[in-house]
């Protein structure tokens, strides 16, 4: 049902590297948001959007940033990647108000 | 601000078991509320959802109804199975930020 795609699905990298997580969505929605899942499974609003060239910075302080050129595409980038920034990165969509969100399948970063 | 608070897991049942994971909420003006599942290595999906008092969401044999008395809605299932081993979340939404609020997971696990 989902058409919100991540890419890399797995990724392992080196410290300092600088990285770009993927996220496209093919259902036109307005609202895009980034979390970051730590491995006691709670999830951490990192980065949302509410449209084309509006970002706003989520409830856990994060350094990555991010853009919202287009509608549909809702990259992540990591200047410089370090261990600390090793776990599972979540984009999701939505439309309107109250309405649910879609999920991609994640990005799991690894930073050696 | 808004919150939701979620019994912690992990919780593990027999196959046909009845389950129960409790979630409160704090939240002003009528939220939606929501449950996710999380399968082993994937994105979040919805389970069922509610957007007003009383009402009930239901899915797969799970089900859920809002109470504003007591501002819970509770995640049952008569009888669960094998399959239902995922992690569960309870969300609402924001109204006045479109942010979504998630609980911190509760861990399901079915045994055979």
């Known amino acids: 049902e989902a058409d919100i795609y991540q890419t890399p699905r797995y990724l392992v990298i080196g410290t300092g590297k600088k990285i770009t997580l993927e996220c496209s969505q093919t259902?036109?929605?307005?609202?895009m948001y980034w979390y970051q899942q730590d491995p006691g499974m709670e999830l951490h609003l990192i980065h949302y959007?509410?449209?084309?060239?509006?970002?706003e910075k989520g409830d856990l302080s994060s350094e990555s940033t991010v853009s919202r050129i287009r509608t549909e595409h809702f990259p992540l980038t990591l200047e410089s990647a370090r261990p600390s920034h090793t776990s599972q990165y979540l984009c999701?969509?939505?439309?309107?108000?109250?309405?649910?969100?879609?999920f991609g399948s994640g990005t799991q970063l690894s930073v050696l | 601000g808004n919150s939701v608070t979620q019994m912690e897991g992990p919780v593990t049942l027999s196959e046909e078991a009845f389950l129960t994971i409790n979630c409160t909420y704090t939240?002003?003006?009528?939220?939606?509320l929501f449950w996710y599942v999380q399968y082993p290595g994937e994105g979040l999906q919805l389970l069922l959802k509610?957007?007003?008092?009383?009402d009930k969401g239901s899915n797969k044999g799970f089900e859920a109804t809002y109470r504003k008395e007591t501002t819970s809605f509770h995640l049952e299932k008569g009888s669960v199975q094998v399959s239902d081993s995922a992690v569960y979340f309870c969300?609402?939404?924001?109204?006045?930020?479109?942010?979504?609020?998630f609980g911190t997971g509760t861990r399901l696990k079915v045994l055979a």
């Open positions: 999701a969509s939505s439309w309107g108000t109250n309405e649910k969100l879609f």
């Open positions: 259902m036109g929605h307005d609202k």
């Open positions: 959007s509410y449209g084309v060239n509006s970002t």
């Open positions: 939240a002003t003006g009528y939220p939606s």
């Open positions: 509610a957007t007003k008092a009383d």
């Open positions: 969300a609402l939404s924001d109204l006045g930020t479109y942010k979504y609020i």
